[in-house]
């Protein structure tokens, strides 16, 4: 058990940019698939974007453009690049890191704030 390490987050007002980070000491991360979720106010978590271990990835339409999600397996360390940020990407963020084998081995950072308002 690894309890996923997230930085990155703050206020920025509409258009502008963050980036997030997760570090994971962990030694199954460049074995696994990474992911961001995000959980705005009052509303149920949403996958945001996901990485293979062969860097393939997929974005939710409502961020395609504006996000990248990126993994440096040198440094177990995932990011999550936002740009042309809109309030409504306003919530908690969630890194995941789950091993692509051994599927049970599925761990999440514990949160990082971001509000986009002016």
């Known amino acids: 058990q690894v309890q996923l390490v997230e930085s990155g987050g703050g206020l920025v007002q509409p258009g502008g940019s963050l980036r997030l980070s997760c570090a994971a000491s962990?030694?199954?991360?460049?074995?696994?698939?990474l992911a961001w979720y995000r959980q705005a106010p009052g509303k149920q978590r949403e996958l945001v974007a996901t990485?293979?271990?062969?860097?393939?990835?997929n974005y939710a339409d409502s961020v395609k453009g504006r996000f990248t999600i990126s993994r440096d397996n040198a440094k177990n360390t995932e990011y999550l690049q936002m740009n042309s940020l809109k309030p409504e990407d306003t919530g908690v963020y969630y890194c995941?890191?789950?091993?692509?084998?051994?599927?049970?081995?599925?761990?999440w950072g514990q949160g990082t704030q971001v509000t986009v308002s002016s």
């Open positions: 962990s030694s199954i991360f460049r074995f696994s698939a």
């Open positions: 995941n890191c789950r091993h692509e084998l051994i599927t049970s081995w599925d761990y």
């Open positions: 990485i293979t271990t062969n860097n393939k990835t």
